[in-house]
């Protein structure tokens, strides 16, 4: 379900049909990481697994690192 809004992320405004793909890429990367991230943190908080929790968290920085990296190349 994740992965199929993931692939519906609306356009960004302003940039129409001649953006960059790999600012839609990185930005679809980002958005996916973030999501699999909480997905795999809340199921550490409900096995009560602080190793899940862990990575969760780490999953989401990664992906919060790959928007900042999108924004900052094309923003």
Wanted: proline share 4%; aromatic share 6%.
């Amino acid at each position: 379900m994740l992965a199929a809004l993931a692939v519906n992320i609306p356009g960004l405004p302003g940039l129409g049909d001649q953006g960059p793909d790999d600012l839609e890429s990185l930005l679809t990367s980002s958005f996916v990481l973030m999501s699999v991230g909480f997905g795999i943190a809340l199921l550490g908080h409900l096995t009560r697994t602080r190793l899940l929790i862990a990575i969760g968290v780490l999953v989401v920085m990664v992906g919060s690192g790959v928007f900042v990296v999108a924004i900052g190349r094309y923003g």
